[in-house]
């Protein structure tokens, strides 16, 4: 395969790009969330019963990083610490209503966002696309971690 720029490369950038067009229109929203505060938000909204070990270990991040994240979430009470009921020393993280109302509202301005990105793009070549990428992850060896994302 002959390209100008390496793949990794080319997929680095073109992340780093949606993702400060995503944060510059949560900004013009007045959503003051960073990439990682949204992705915590989300993976949280989607899992119950979750500590900060269990996304640590998801995502292969340093338990501290998590932990300092999880307090920003806190500390605009997005999120609370519940004492589990069966293990009274685990704390699961949950959503709080205005955790969830954040997290909805950030959630629809994320999936505008993707269309605006994806404008132009054919049925077809997104199939294709979604296929590349696919196919990508699974040549990486570690596409059993893309599918628990």
Do not use: W
């Not at 992340?15 to 915590?40: C, G, P, V, Y």
């Not at 949280?44 to 338990?63: C, S, V």
């Not at 505008?112 to 997104?126: D, I, P």
Request: proline share 1%.
């Amino acid at each position: 395969m002959n390209t100008r720029k390496p793949l990794l490369y080319l997929m680095g950038q073109t992340m780093h790009l949606s993702k400060l067009r995503l944060l510059a229109t949560f900004k013009e929203n007045d959503i003051e969330l960073s990439m990682e505060q949204f992705i915590l938000l989300h993976f949280i909204n989607a899992k119950e019963d979750l500590t900060q070990q269990d996304i640590a270990n998801h995502f292969y991040r340093d338990k501290s990083l998590i932990m300092r994240q999880t307090n920003i979430l806190i500390d605009l009470r997005y999120v609370v610490r519940m004492q589990d009921r069966e293990d009274k020393r685990k704390k699961n993280l949950i959503l709080t209503k205005k955790g969830f109302e954040v997290f909805e509202h950030a959630k629809k301005i994320s999936d505008q966002v993707s269309q605006e990105l994806l404008h132009g793009v054919t049925e077809e070549e997104l199939i294709h696309f979604e296929n590349v990428i696919q196919k990508i992850q699974q040549n990486t060896g570690f596409s059993d971690l893309a599918e628990n994302c």
